[in-house]
């Protein structure tokens, strides 16, 4: 048993699954699937509206300067709210939270499907938001507090970590057929159903984890870095539409930037601290963030340019660009089961820093798509490069939560799953306006294959420095 008797309790109906011999029992596969179902749900609703957000406007007079607001509505709690509800996890029970986060996003999901107008819409997608920011700080530290560190973990962090980027990818691809075919408010009656599905199995499955004793809450430092984390990725969000130059987007991000900076302070103050500064100087933790930060918005950038490079360049179909980063999708489940191996035999660091080399040296690749013809290329060189991508997202895990107390799990967890979805979000606004705002569209995405890539190198560099290259732990 992984759990720590002395920091969490488990119910008398909802016993950890047991794990033999490092290999998992039938009932810790059912458990792994619940908890990895609704992170694929949460990754889904990343990417499945983008197709649809030209229809669903019409549809519910949303204009094109508000389109965005589908995507940022929903980016923003999820991402803002983390930290807050990784910590509340801890103190409050795991399972308890991510079931409450389960019926909120399926209620969420529910209220979006069946819109009137614009603000029913939203608020649905902003809910969404605050679901998901449940669920994926306690499904995370649901899953390490279950799989005792080794290779049990590695295996489940390798299968999440897939479905993780899998998810993304599909949504892009489902949510363009469901659209075709179904309406735009078939991709939000999904992932109602979906929430449904896990909600009914997860009560019987999950264990129930908390820390034995509860500190009070720090509500400064919560107060803090949730406005902090909002204003930040709100500014970063609006930014591709507005430019960095508007006033607005100027003062949210030095808000943002302050509230950052004060929340550091607050933290070494207090009794309680959200966050432990001792584990923010953990060179695992640290450097394990920056990777995974740098892998996410990276990659999210490489999808985003290549999308636009296909269907307005080449002038593929959006059916052959779905295919495109089908084969993506499929390099990426390869990657996921072998991910656990390549750790185990090298090591998570020297896997992390391999992978976003490996990550970086593909994005130079990329330069060799033409103006008329480099579909292939393409596709080889994303699918490889997604390969690496995976590779990265399950090592940076490990890193950052090895050696983490279970009581502390929440926090390490909520840090993991921070960097991914302030990860997610930058990418695109940082970088995919330069691809948008070139006179020639080729010429901006070359330009952003060419700075991905070197800020994945330069990131390899660094996490290696950091931690310590030739450590194979």
């Known amino acids: 048993m992984a759990i720590d008797t002395q920091t969490t309790t488990t119910g008398p109906h909802t016993a950890a699954p047991s794990m033999e011999n490092d290999r998992l029992s039938g009932r810790a596969r059912l458990v792994l699937f619940v908890l990895c179902a609704a992170q694929f749900m949460v990754a889904l609703d990343f990417s499945v509206l983008n197709v649809a957000l030209p229809v669903l ?30 910590r509340i996890a801890d103190l409050y029970g795991r399972k308890k939270l991510f079931l409450t986060g389960l019926a909120l996003f399926g209620a969420a999901s529910l209220l979006a499907t069946l819109a009137w107008d614009p603000a029913s819409f ?32 590695d295996r489940a962090l390798g299968i999440s970590g897939t479905l993780l980027s899998l998810g993304f990818t599909v949504g892009m691809v489902l949510g363009g057929v469901m659209t075709d075919t179904l309406g735009w408010r078939s991709t939000m009656g999904l992932l109602a159903v979906a929430s449904v599905i896990v909600l009914v199995m997860a009560p019987g499955l999950l264990p129930e984890s908390r820390t034995a004793q509860r500190p009070r809450l720090d509500v400064p430092g919560a107060v803090t870095v949730t406005v902090g984390l909002l204003a930040l990725i709100y500014a970063l969000s609006t930014a591709a539409g507005r430019g960095f130059g508007d006033a607005d987007v100027r003062g949210t991000l030095v808000l943002g930037l302050v509230l950052l900076a004060a929340f550091v302070v607050v933290e070494s103050k207090s009794p309680a601290p959200l966050v432990s500064l001792p584990m923010l100087k953990r060179r695992t933790v640290a450097w394990g963030n920056v990777g995974g930060l740098v892998t996410f918005s990276m990659m999210s950038t490489v999808v985003f340019v290549l999308t636009l490079y296909l269907q307005e360049t080449l002038e593929l179909s959006s059916f052959l660009t779905g295919l495109v980063f089908g084969v993506q999708g499929l390099a990426s489940v390869v990657a996921g089961s072998y991910a656990p191996k390549v750790i185990g035999r090298f090591g998570a660091r020297r896997t992390l820093v391999g992978s976003l080399l490996g990550q970086g040296l593909l994005g130079l690749a990329l330069l060799g798509v033409g103006a008329q013809s480099g579909a292939l290329l393409a596709t ?68 952003v294959l060419t700075v991905d890539a070197v800020i994945v190198l330069a990131a390899a560099a660094l996490v290696g420095f950091g931690l310590g290259f030739r450590r194979k732990a």
Do not use: K, N
């Open 57 to 86: 406007g019409e549809d519910l007079g949303l204009g094109r300067s508000a389109l965005q607001w589908a995507i940022t509505a929903f980016a923003l709690p999820s991402g803002g709210f983390l930290l807050l509800f990784g």
């Open 122 to 153: 939203l608020t649905g997608r902003a809910l969404q938001g605050l679901g998901a920011a449940v669920i994926v700080p306690t499904g995370m530290s649901l899953l390490t507090t279950t799989f005792p560190e080794g290779p049990l973990r």
């Open 380 to 447: 080889v060189a994303v699918s490889l490069a997604s390969m690496c991508h995976l590779g990265a997202i399950i090592s940076y895990g490990v890193v950052v939560t090895s050696g983490v107390p279970d009581e502390q799990q929440g926090l390490a967890t909520g840090l993991v799953t921070t960097t991914q979805q302030v990860g997610i979000t930058i990418g695109i606004p940082l970088l995919g306006v330069l691809a948008t705002t070139r006179a020639s569209l080729f010429d901006g995405v070359r330009t």
